[in-house]
């Protein structure tokens, strides 16, 4: 699990710091400003991943699939109120199709964040640093054939050795200057806000960049399972995340000319060159999250009817939600490669990075609140407070993002908007089909008796029509007695299910009437 799910998450410290500091919206690195968006950082990973997603989020799964379509999915379908039961499942895809934006742009800000590194080590390496992400891209979205699981054994020592590397450099920091940890005191978040006004909430836009994994973690959750995700994020994910965000503090608090690059800048030199490969490495692995995220939702899509039948394998014999499709993983590939020479460096992206994710965390808290109070039976208070303070905080990191819309944040609502408009076009056009053709349908018992009363001429030979609904006659078949006025001398009705076991016995696989 932490090969896969806590890339995302767990690359944030290469750019999110940054960005507040550095970046389009950025502040000074003042003592009282450092200490302010630190406690704004850690209250993030704290209400946002450890008590709403790993807590809460997570109890909604559907047969062990995570995700918000997985969350859609426990709606109760409520006849008395259908309208309302359709803005929610209207609002859920919308949602993944927002997750797919995300996707895109996930494997692009990552890899690019961690290449830019070797410009601090030589400005001869800058002219080189997008030909080289473009080339480690393709070879992230290759391996994906190879399944969740084997790809997760590979990254998961990786991506441990990340997680206690970022860990000491953040120890050493922090031993430094350790005043830095009185950022534990949320006050100092409040009087950030109090003295920077509208300033301070656009910052808010490069804050959410620490959580950012959220929903990916989430969609992750029928690959690996509750229990060793919440596990590795309590044990070593947040600790490790934590250190190292408030070792960057502690080094803004000696050089604040340090905003420029705090995390790389964190290493002595000669650790410099091996940092930039562990962080290159770490954030190959942080596509990984999106790019299996996606996969799962595309299988969901498909099984709700929003998307065409694609080609779905799945890669192990043990975890149902581990699969693989390859259409979906050019398409990213393809979309992330031209995003990346589009873009060109990951402070041009970090703007078009988080508006996606922050529109599927508020729909996420809404959707919340019907399954708690309509699945699992919470009281309309309890709900109604929890998921409250939730969407407080999701609304006011979307508001802060929103502010980015004109500079880059347009491109993952563009592609969210098109992928919604084509998942429901589609889901709709199915819904008339099938109505068309179950009012056209024939029963089986009608048929016979039309067959014995008009005794069609009999061809040799075996025909098989597939068919979608087991009580009726295919058209095909109705079509073929109509139009040709014969029928086979065997004439076989053929459906086709999948079980959700990874094995079917032979003897078993076939249901004959």
């Not at 009282?32 to 704004?40: A, F, M, P």
């Not at 709606?75 to 109120?81: A, D, G, I």
């Not at 394998?313 to 699969?323: D, K, Y």
Request: aromatic share 10%.
């Amino acid at each position: 699990a932490i090969g896969v799910v806590y890339g995302d998450i767990g690359t944030s410290p290469l750019y999110a710091l940054r960005e507040c500091f550095f970046g389009s919206h950025s502040v000074p690195a003042t003592h009282e400003n450092v200490l302010g968006v630190l406690s704004l950082i850690i209250y993030s990973l704290l209400l946002v991943i450890s008590v709403k997603y790993i807590a809460i989020v997570m109890r909604a799964d559907n047969q062990g699939e995570g995700g918000i379509l997985a969350l859609t999915a426990l709606l109760p379908h409520r006849t008395e109120s259908r309208a309302r039961w359709s803005a929610l499942i209207l609002m859920g895809i919308f949602g993944a199709a927002l997750l797919y934006g995300d996707g895109m742009i996930t494997p692009a800000i990552t890899v690019l964040g961690a290449v830019e590194g070797l410009r601090l080590a030589t400005p001869l390496f800058d002219p080189y640093v997008v030909p080289v992400a473009v080339v480690i891209l393709i070879a992230v979205f290759a391996i994906q054939r190879h399944g969740t699981h084997r790809v997760g054994r590979l990254f998961g020592p990786i991506m441990v050795a990340w997680f206690v590397a970022i860990s000491v450099l953040g120890i050493v920091s922090l031993a430094r200057r350790p005043v830095v940890l009185t950022a534990i005191d949320p006050r100092h978040a409040f009087s950030f806000f109090t003295e920077h006004g509208w300033h301070g909430f656009a910052v808010l836009g490069a804050v959410f960049l620490v959580v950012t994994g959220g929903e990916a973690l989430y969609a992750d959750m029928g690959h690996f399972g509750k229990r060793p995700i919440r596990f590795a994020w309590f044990t070593l994910v947040l600790p490790a995340l934590l250190l190292n965000y408030f070792g960057q503090g502690a080094l803004l608090l000696t050089n604040p000319a340090a905003a420029q690059q705090p995390f790389f800048l964190l290493a002595p030199t000669w650790a410099l060159l091996p940092l930039v490969g562990l962080a290159t490495a770490a954030a190959i692995i942080a596509s990984q999250a999106l790019i299996s995220g996606a996969f799962s939702l595309t299988r969901q899509a498909i099984q709700l009817g929003y998307c065409p039948r694609l080609d779905i394998e799945h890669t192990s014999h043990s975890e149902i939600g581990q699969v693989y499709v390859p259409q979906v993983n050019w398409a990213l590939m393809f979309s992330t490669i031209v995003i990346v020479i589009g873009f060109g460096s990951s402070t041009a992206l970090a703007a078009a990075y988080g508006i996606a994710v922050t529109l599927t965390m508020v729909i996420t808290a809404v959707l919340l609140q019907v399954v708690a109070t309509e699945r699992w039976g919470w009281s309309p208070a309890v709900a109604y407070t929890v998921t409250g303070i939730f969407l407080t905080i999701d609304l006011a990191f979307f508001g802060a993002n929103a502010l980015k819309i004109t500079q880059g944040g347009w491109l993952p609502l563009v592609i969210g908007g098109l992928l919604f408009t084509l998942m429901t076009t589609w889901k709709t056009g199915r819904q008339i089909v099938a109505a068309r053709l179950t009012a056209r349908a024939l029963p089986i018992e009608d048929f016979l008796t039309r067959v014995v009363n008009t005794r069609p001429a009999r061809v040799p030979g075996t025909a098989v029509f597939m068919t979608a609904q087991p009580r009726g006659i295919p058209p095909a078949l109705a079509h073929n007695l109509r139009y040709n006025k014969v029928l086979h001398e065997h004439v076989i009705t053929l459906m086709v299910t999948t079980q959700p076991v990874p094995h079917v016995p032979p003897d078993q696989r076939a249901t004959v009437r």
